[in-house]
């Protein structure tokens, strides 16, 4: 599976960021986190944007974002947790490169989530509980799922590197 292209997907917490970083370093690509930018684009991070201007708001920043980086190759993208979920979003990415789905537990999103009020959707447990079933079936679109649970990004890059041979 040959790409120039691929998009880290999976919840919260799961370490697409770092992991997207590692794999970027290794494969001497670039990296973009779309959260990060989001919030350069908008002067104001992700939880500003959702207190002041909603979930609906933001996500349509994050549509125009992914749309905006399509032209842009030889690159490893760290998505949002929610950003897979919207079906046009998951269209483009799996039309654009590989998806790559970092799939942790439940348990091991709550130990690593700070509850500092970074991450909006992270403060109702609850409500995060049943968002995180609610994605599992939107993560299953992926072309590769990785168990991220136990292992460490550079272990997790090398999987990546070996399943994808790039």
């Not at 842009?72 to 046009?88: E, K, L, Q, S, W």
């Not at 991450?119 to 590769?144: C, E, I, K, W």
Request: net charge positive.
């Amino acid at each position: 599976m040959r790409t120039d292209k691929i998009y880290l997907v999976g919840f919260m917490g799961a370490g697409k960021s770092t992991v997207a970083r590692a794999l970027g370093t290794k494969l001497g690509w670039r990296v973009d986190d779309v959260d990060d930018l989001i919030e350069q684009r908008e002067g104001m991070t992700v939880a500003d944007i959702f207190s002041r201007r909603g979930e609906t708001y933001f996500r349509r920043v994050e549509r125009a974002v992914l749309a905006a980086r399509i032209p842009v190759r030889h690159t490893v993208v760290a998505t949002g947790g929610g950003t897979f979920v919207d079906p046009a979003n998951r269209s483009l990415i799996n039309g654009d490169g590989v998806s790559i789905w970092l799939d942790v537990s439940l348990t091991q999103v709550i130990e690593r989530l700070p509850r500092d009020g970074r991450r909006p959707l992270a403060t109702d447990r609850s409500g995060m509980a049943r968002l995180f079933r609610h994605r599992q079936g939107a993560y299953n679109h992926a072309h590769v799922r990785l168990d991220a649970g136990a292992a460490a990004a550079g272990e997790l890059v090398e999987r990546i590197i070996d399943r994808l041979g790039v």
